[in-house]
C-alpha cells in the first residue's frame, strides 16, 4: 500500500450513517488511550492525520480514512469511565453497530497495552472477534514502556490469558517505530488475500 495517499474521509456519529463497504477495510479497536489514532498515525507516516490526545475519550465517533484504496476504520476507544451514562451507551452502540454490520473485515487490529494483564473489556473485543471468526491481529501498544525482555515475557503471559497464539500479537511502539513495518505487512497480506 502507498500509505503517503493516506486521507481523511468522514466521520460517522451513529451506526446508520455508516457507509456501505466498498473496497478492503481495516479496523483499528482497543480501549480508550490504547494508542489507536498513534498507531493509524505511524503507519501512514504522518503526525496528526488521526487525533491523538493524552485524554482518554478523544476519538468519539468512527472515523474513516483512505489508504490507496483500503478503507482504514479508526473506531472509538471503549472502556472510558468519565463520560455520561448516555455517550457511552452512543459509544457502545456505533462499535456494536459497527460490528454487526456485513462489512468487509480484511483486518481488525485490535490494540491492547503490552503493560496491563488481559483487561475484562479486552476478553470481551477478543472473545468477540474469535466467536465471529473475524481476521485479526492484536498490536501490543506502548513497547517503548518496557525493556525487551519483558515485551516478550508479557506477550506471551497475555497469549496465554486471552487464550491467542502468540503468532498473532505484534508488540508495538508508536514512539519508537517498534513493529510497524511487521503491522504493515499484516495489512498488506490481509488486502491481498
Ligand atoms: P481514544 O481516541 O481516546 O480512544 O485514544 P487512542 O486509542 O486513539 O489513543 P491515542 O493515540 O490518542 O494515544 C493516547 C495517549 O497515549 C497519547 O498521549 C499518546 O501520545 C500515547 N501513546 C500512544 N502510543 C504510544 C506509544 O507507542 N508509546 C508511548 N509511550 N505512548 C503512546
Ligand atoms: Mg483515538
Do not use: H
Request: glycine share 8%; proline share 4%; net charge positive.
Amino acid at each position: 500500500l502507498k500509505y503517503s495517499t493516506a486521507r481523511f474521509v468522514a466521520s460517522y456519529g451513529e451506526p446508520e450513517q455508516l457507509p456501505e463497504p466498498t473496497e478492503p477495510e481495516i479496523a483499528f479497536c482497543g480501549r480508550s488511550n490504547v494508542g489507536k489514532s498513534s498507531l493509524l498515525n505511524k503507519l501512514v507516516g504522518r503526525k496528526a492525520l488521526a487525533k491523538v490526545s493524552s485524554q482518554p475519550g478523544r476519538t468519539a465517533n468512527v472515523n474513516f480514512f483512505e489508504v490507496d484504496g483500503v478503507a482504514f476504520v479508526d473506531l472509538p476507544g471503549y472502556g472510558f469511565a468519565r463520560v455520561s451514562k448516555a455517550e457511552r451507551k452512543r459509544w457502545s452502540n456505533l462499535i456494536g453497530g459497527y460490528f454487526e454490520q456485513n462489512r468487509s473485515f480484511n483486518l481488525v487490529v485490535a490494540l491492547v497495552d503490552i503493560r496491563l494483564d488481559a483487561q475484562q473489556l479486552d476478553r470481551q473485543m477478543l472473545g468477540f472477534l474469535q466467536e465471529r471468526e473475524l481476521p485479526f491481529i492484536v498490536a501490543l501498544t506502548k513497547a517503548d514502556k518496557l525493556g525487551r525482555n519483558k515485551q516478550s515475557q508479557q506477550r506471551a503471559s497475555l497469549a496465554r490469558q486471552f487464550c491467542i497464539d502468540p503468532e498473532a500479537m505484534v508488540i508495538t511502539s508508536s514512539q519508537t517505530g517498534l513493529g510497524i513495518d511487521e503491522i504493515r505487512r499484516r495489512i498488506q497480506r490481509a488486502v491481498d488475500d
